[in-house]
């Protein structure tokens, strides 16, 4: 056999087109003592540790880092707990939906929405380009900008405002 006490093995899936050409190889590769000095080159034998009495370490060794590691993890408790707390007030303001979005702010934002989609609209309808990431036809896409531009004029603008 060979003079390594190892196995060389490499991960192929079943009945790859690579086998034969890496096991040639190998082969080759251990024939004429490549393998050889790259493996006295790299591979240095094991050195053994001297024999030493284990010594067992007491609780009054690592206090201090038990000591470190609970004061960090109370410090953390405490900030979450404040974090929470915190988010909690300030969401009480600020998200809670008042009883009545005034009106002009609805129609502001009715009215920027139908702008996007009449330029889209025309994007679509002017571009070279095809539209491909849709998987759909520039007709199919126009019919359904189409279709959100009826949708927001059936709005009634006065019941979203909460009127």
């Given amino acids: 056999m060979s003079q390594f006490p190892y196995a060389m093995s490499f991960g192929l899936p079943k009945n790859s087109p690579y086998f034969k050409f890496l096991k040639r190889t190998i082969n080759k590769i251990k024939e004429n003592g490549a393998l050889s000095s790259i493996h006295s080159r790299w591979m240095h034998p094991v050195e053994k540790c001297p024999a030493t009495p284990a010594r067992a370490i007491s609780i009054e060794k690592i206090f201090t880092l038990f000591f470190i590691i609970s004061g960090g993890l109370i410090m953390a408790l405490t900030l979450f707990i404040l974090e929470i ?7 009480r303001d600020s998200d809670v939906p008042q009883s009545g979005t005034p009106v002009k702010d609805t129609n502001a934002l009715l009215d920027e929405l139908t702008a996007d989609i009449h330029e ?11 539209v491909q990431d849709l998987h759909a036809d520039k007709r199919e896409v126009l019919m359904f900008l189409d279709d959100m531009l009826d949708f927001i004029g059936r709005i009634d603008r006065t019941k979203v405002a909460g009127k």
């Fill in 120 to 130: 889209a609209m025309e994007i679509v309808r002017y571009s070279e380009v095809p």
């Fill in 85 to 91: 707390m915190y988010d909690k007030i300030t969401r």
